[in-house]
């Protein structure tokens, strides 16, 4: 059973830094391209970030570009974000998402999210 | 970046309607359409990808159409299991942008 658990969430003061993890299980993890996803309380999906399933190929929303790193370990089956210089609206639920196949594709397995919240 | 543009923002119908929503591109983006399902509380869901393909374990009542810029989610007969927030997402190159959510209440 594909499963997706992120983890690292917490409660960081403006300007702070935080790092997301998110474990795969059930899969072929080194095969697959991954995102990041965030919804804020109360509202809509925002897609924040893309690896390509060797890390080559990476790219960024332009709300976290240069304030955010996405990265991969797939001797570790993990994929990371390093969200630093955190801003009152970066507070939302970050959720990692697998890509359906290779190439342009939406997302198919989604994790539980973790709640990422900068406030002082 | 294309821009994403769903309507109604929300929309109340009975049991049994059929129930649609649109999704407008700024910029063509062939059939890299996706539409998810969000229940309150719970995780998105992939329903359809490629404007029309349903995804594997989604009810047959949900069907998709169109190419380029416009673009239509379709329940034939709205369940009350069908309560949600449904979000249109293009995939066709970053950003993956998605639509600003249609919430689908029963009347």
């Known amino acids: 059973e594909v499963q997706l658990v992120e983890s690292g969430g917490g409660l960081v003061q403006p300007g702070g830094s935080l790092r997301l993890s998110c474990a795969a299980f059930g899969f072929s993890f080194s095969s697959y391209e991954m995102n990041w996803v965030r919804q804020a309380p109360g509202k809509g999906l925002e897609w924040v970030s893309y690896?390509?399933?060797?890390?080559?190929?990476?790219y960024y929303a332009d709300s976290v570009k240069g304030r955010i790193t996405i990265s991969r370990d797939n001797a570790k089956n993990s994929l990371y974000l390093q969200m630093n210089s955190l801003r009152a609206e970066d507070t939302a639920v970050y959720y990692c998402?697998?890509?359906?196949?290779?190439?342009?594709?939406?997302?198919?397995?989604w994790g539980q999210g973790t709640l990422v919240t900068v406030s002082s | 970046d294309i821009q994403m543009t769903q309507s109604p923002s929300s929309l109340s119908a009975s049991v049994g309607d059929r129930v649609t929503i649109t999704c407008r591109a700024s910029?063509?983006?062939?059939?890299?359409l996706a539409w998810y399902q969000q229940k309150p509380g719970e995780v998105p869901k992939l329903l359809i990808y490629?404007?029309?393909a349903l995804q594997s374990g989604v009810p047959s009542r949900f069907s998709g159409s169109g190419s380029g810029t416009d673009f239509t989610l379709t329940i034939s007969s709205l369940q009350p299991e069908d309560v949600a927030t449904y979000y249109c997402?293009?995939?066709?190159?970053?950003?993956?942008?998605f639509g600003q959510g249609t919430k689908v209440e029963i009347k």
């Open positions: 998402a697998r890509d359906r196949q290779s190439g342009a594709s939406p997302f198919d397995y």
């Open positions: 690896i390509s399933s060797s890390g080559s190929a990476i």
């Open positions: 490629a404007a029309s």
């Open positions: 997402q293009k995939y066709n190159s970053a950003p993956r942008t």
């Open positions: 910029q063509g983006i062939s059939n890299y």
